[in-house]
């Protein structure tokens, strides 16, 4: 009921400010504060918000690193998002010339698209509402809309203009923005895992290559701490969830749901704020085990070294950077001759029973999402379907 009474006040301090001689001008005497708050307070089932503006020092970074927008462009910005696994984001800015906003709209449709596949795999949900986020322009303001009540939010804003105004919003499939797919990949066996991975708070890095080497020479003297406690956590799953009279084919299945049913997804991954960043050894095996949280690079190297462990030819492909910085990255498995793609992290089933979507899939199947992309050339064309999720 608070939030309704208000909604409702700010809609009658719009009509207020708005006159009673229809036509407006695209100008408010609206701040752009006051015009975000309206547009929040439109909205049902909002998460808590953050706030950045044009006095931030964030605000700039943002424009340029997310938005692809020049600072001199805007004259000044509100921009509300939320951060972790939502997506909601509400962004109102004020160009620095009305001619600007064509190459701002064509911008930020690009940011919806990259900010889509960000969360795809991850959270379906919210990639749908970022999908169906709203870009509207008025005048020089132009709204970034990600929100659950889209239309809502833009009939909001462009209220703040007076009756009478113009929709100048595109919704976010705009068949003329598009995502150049510039595909930078590399394949990694255990071996050369270890470059890739980042400190886990102590100084002491992921081996690869060593916790592999221990665990078949029965040797962990040489192991630091955290390889150590890997190597043991790896070999207690091995002890209780393989054995021998396992297939290849069964022991990667038991590997694949014990990884998504043990871990959970490292959401801070997702996250934008200055802090932004994934939590230390989410990207390794350590996270995966131990912490039981991990990041797309935790499933993918904690699978890749479990698949060595028990001899199963196995690399991991990292794929093209997402709009948040961080490349997503997946493994591929060889069975009896053919390769079958498998993505652990995408697989991840939240607390629910295991998923099976992305295992054991062909390479055409994970081309037709809109974030598994690589170089052809520098990996196996998965094509094997024998030993697909319920065939055997």
């Known amino acids: 009921m608070k939030k309704l009474l208000c909604f409702i006040f700010s809609f009658l301090l719009l009509f207020t400010l708005a006159g009673c001689?229809?036509?407006?001008?695209?100008?408010?005497?609206?701040?752009?504060?006051?015009?975000?708050?309206?547009?929040q307070n439109g909205q049902q089932e909002l998460p808590e918000l953050k706030q950045i503006t044009s006095k931030d020092m964030d605000f700039t970074t943002w424009l340029s690193d997310y938005y692809l927008l020049e600072a001199e462009q805007v004259?000044?910005?509100?921009?509300?998002?939320?951060?972790?696994?939502?997506?909601?984001?509400?962004?109102?800015?004020?160009?620095?010339?009305?001619?600007?906003?064509?190459?701002?709209?064509?911008?930020?449709?690009?940011?919806?698209?990259?900010?889509?596949?960000?969360?795809?795999?991850?959270?379906?949900?919210?990639?749908?509402?970022?999908?169906?986020?709203?870009?509207?322009?008025?005048?020089?303001?132009?709204?970034?809309?990600?929100?659950?009540?889209?239309?809502?939010a833009e009939e909001t804003f462009l209220g703040c203009f007076g009756k009478g105004t113009e929709k100048g919003g595109n919704s976010a499939g705009n068949e003329d923005s598009k995502i150049n797919d510039v595909e930078n990949t590399a394949t990694m066996s255990s071996s050369e895992t270890e470059e890739a991975a980042e400190s886990v708070g102590t100084g002491?890095?992921?081996?690869?290559?060593?916790?592999?080497?221990?665990?078949?020479?029965?040797?962990?003297?040489?192991?630091?701490?955290?390889?150590?406690?890997?190597?043991?956590?790896?070999?207690?799953?091995?002890?209780?969830?393989?054995?021998?009279?396992?297939?290849?084919?069964?022991?990667?299945?038991?590997?694949?749901?014990?990884?998504?049913?043990?871990?959970?997804?490292d959401f801070s991954v997702l996250g934008r704020s200055s802090a932004e960043g994934f939590t230390d050894g989410s990207d390794t095996p350590y996270g995966a085990l131990i912490d039981r949280s991990a990041m797309c690079h935790g499933y993918s190297s904690t699978f890749q070294l479990f698949m060595d462990m028990l001899d199963i030819e196995c690399i991991t492909v990292y794929g093209i950077p997402g709009s948040n910085g961080v490349e997503h990255s997946w493994n591929m498995v060889k069975l009896d001759g053919e390769w079958y793609c498998v993505d652990c992290a995408w697989d991840d089933p939240i607390g629910a029973s295991?998923?099976?979507?992305?295992?054991?899939?062909?390479?055409?199947?994970?081309r037709s999402g809109s974030i598994h992309r690589w170089d052809a050339?520098?990996?196996?064309?998965?094509?094997?379907?024998?030993y697909a999720y319920g065939k055997h």
Request: proline fraction near 3%.
């Open 21 to 39: 001689s229809g036509e407006q001008a695209s100008e408010t005497d609206m701040t752009l504060d006051d015009i975000a708050a309206v547009i």
């Open 204 to 265: 002491d890095s992921y081996n690869a290559e060593a916790v592999l080497q221990a665990y078949r020479s029965g040797d962990d003297s040489s192991l630091s701490e955290i390889n150590r406690s890997i190597l043991e956590a790896a070999k207690e799953v091995i002890e209780s969830e393989i054995n021998g009279d396992m297939t290849d084919y069964e022991k990667e299945l038991a590997i694949h749901d014990f990884i998504t049913g043990w871990s959970r997804f």
């Open 354 to 366: 295991p998923c099976h979507t992305y295992f054991n899939v062909t390479s055409d199947y994970l």
């Open 75 to 152: 004259d000044g910005g509100v921009i509300c998002y939320a951060d972790g696994v939502e997506a909601s984001e509400i962004a109102v800015l004020l160009m620095a010339d009305e001619k600007d906003c064509k190459a701002a709209e064509e911008a930020l449709n690009v940011y919806i698209q990259n900010r889509a596949s960000v969360f795809e795999g991850y959270a379906p949900q919210q990639a749908a509402m970022v999908k169906s986020g709203i870009i509207s322009v008025k005048g020089r303001y132009i709204a970034l809309l990600i929100c659950p009540e889209p239309k809502t």
């Open 377 to 386: 050339s520098s990996v196996p064309e998965a094509c094997g379907t024998a």
